[in-house]
């Protein structure tokens, strides 16, 4: 197990020796989405927990909730919240949408997800099981991530996404048909000029039809470095 400083934080998240441990777009997400000072907040697809946590650790939540599938992950992510002292603010909860969403029926205020970008035999699979299921949706659908929210929002309640942008057009769908349409966008550009390498997106149940583009967030300068926008976020601004 290893252990890795969280950007914006004085906290810890924990990998397995060896594995990917978190990348730009979980601190983007975390940067993005709004659990400040709310009553219950949900991290699904919650890996180790980077997002839950950061979350946790810089706004507050009165109570979130990290989901996730496999056990590996739920081992680093409770170790990761006994190490960051956020028993009994922050919990584990292990196993599938559809087993956990009736404990919460209508009583969430904020999700954030980081999904699986590939549908099943899309795009190339890693040699090890748990990066491809958290790579490709072995074990869940970007349906099911809608299902969920559907579910378990409050009237007026938020889910904040991360995609890449050849998935924009089914998340915009499975929104329009569970009732949480898609309110605020920006996509994300490697450097001044590029096709988009992911969007996110807040989702409002049961809100309105407006939509509000947001001017897109560039990854690097020219010269390879962060940008400016993108560090702030790192330290902890919200984007």
């Not at 969403?101 to 795009?123: A, H, M, Q, W």
Request: glycine share 10%.
């Amino acid at each position: 197990m290893e252990r890795y400083y969280i950007p914006g934080t004085k906290g810890s998240v924990f990998s397995l020796r060896g594995e990917f441990s978190f990348g730009v777009d979980s601190i983007l997400l975390s940067a993005f989405s709004k659990t400040k000072s709310v009553n219950l907040a949900v991290d699904l697809c919650s890996g180790s927990g980077i997002v839950a946590l950061r979350n946790t650790l810089l706004y507050r939540p009165k109570r979130m909730i990290g989901m996730e599938i496999q056990a590996s992950m739920c081992h680093l992510m409770r170790e990761a919240v006994k190490e960051n002292s956020l028993d009994p603010v922050m919990e584990v909860w292990e196993g599938t949408f559809k087993e956990q969403g009736k404990r919460l029926k209508e009583s969430v205020d904020i999700i954030t997800c980081n999904p699986p970008y590939f549908k099943r035999g899309e795009g190339i699979q890693n040699d090890r099981m748990g990066m491809t299921v958290s790579r490709h949706e072995l074990k869940m659908t970007l349906e099911d991530v809608f299902i969920f929210a559907a579910e378990t929002l409050k009237e007026g309640g938020k889910l904040f996404l991360i995609q890449r942008p050849h998935r924009m057009g089914e998340c915009i769908y499975f929104g329009k048909c569970y009732g949480l349409p898609v309110k605020r966008l920006r996509s994300v550009q490697g450097k001044t000029g590029r096709s988009p390498k992911m969007v996110l997106m807040e989702f409002r149940n049961r809100g309105g039809d407006f939509l509000n583009v947001e001017a897109p967030i560039i990854l690097y300068e020219e010269d390879g470095i962060y940008t400016q926008e993108v560090l702030r976020a790192y330290e902890g601004e919200k984007l």
